[in-house]
């Protein structure tokens, strides 16, 4: 995939999300905590009777210009009330390494949520944790919105196949998108396969290359817009 000059910001055309907010800087990151606030004490799932194990877990202020979007928190996540904290985790920063990012600077920079931010618990199978449903994805919208709007960010980065919903046809294969980019809303889109252990797609050589050119996506957008 050619990149073509990054543009710092611009239009926002065709949103994927809705996103119109045209206040100040300051009125924007206080309507952020604000936000943030109300999203910590939401029990909107369990009150749905939805078994979550966890209180919500984002991370991240208003000056982010890079929003990653996770699927949900899992069981370490739940543990210690960060974002990417398991194994997953360090498979996500040993690969944003590779596009020029340490973890604690990703961490301090960029905004990081998630399409429902509770622990879901558990998988019936024993294996990996519960897909969330339909139902709880539709309860966390309205935060991931308002999340996207605020914050504002020039490039998102979707991990793993729920997030790639928001943005991809759910019937495309992640061969199809892994490796390349899309400008969206005036915003770069750059997906990521899922890190999880469960999903060993990211092994298979030839994916290994398609992630390889996510990676290097992601460092050239990092240099040209100073991420
Ligand atoms: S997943 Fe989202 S909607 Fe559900 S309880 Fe947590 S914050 Fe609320």
Known sequence: MALEPVEDRGPRANPPLSCAVDEGAEVRAAQLAALQAKIRTCRA????????????????????????????PG?????????????????????????????????AR?????????FPGKGSNGRGDRVPSAVEQAL??????????????????PVGRLAL???YDRSTPLEAIIGTAKREGGRWIVPLPHP??????????ENRERLHQALA???RLRQELGL
């Open 196 to 205: 999880s252990g469960a999903s060993p797609w990211y092994n298979r050589p």
């Open 45 to 72: 799932c369990a009150e749905a009777g939805y078994p979550i194990g966890s209180t919500p877990i984002i991370s991240g202020t208003a000056g982010a210009r890079l929003m990653l979007i996770g699927q949900a």
């Open 75 to 107: 069981k370490v996540e739940e543990r210690v009330h960060r974002p990417f904290a398991g194994s997953a985790g360090r498979r996500l920063f040993t690969w944003l390494a590779q596009a020029g990012w340490e973890e604690e600077q990703f961490r």
């Open 165 to 167: 919903g928001l943005f």
């Open 140 to 157: 966390c919208r309205p935060f991931l919105e308002r999340e996207l709007a605020l914050v504002d960010p020039a490039v998102i980065v």
């Open 217 to 219: 996506i992601l460092r």
């Open 110 to 118: 960029h905004y990081m949520t998630a399409v429902t931010k509770c």
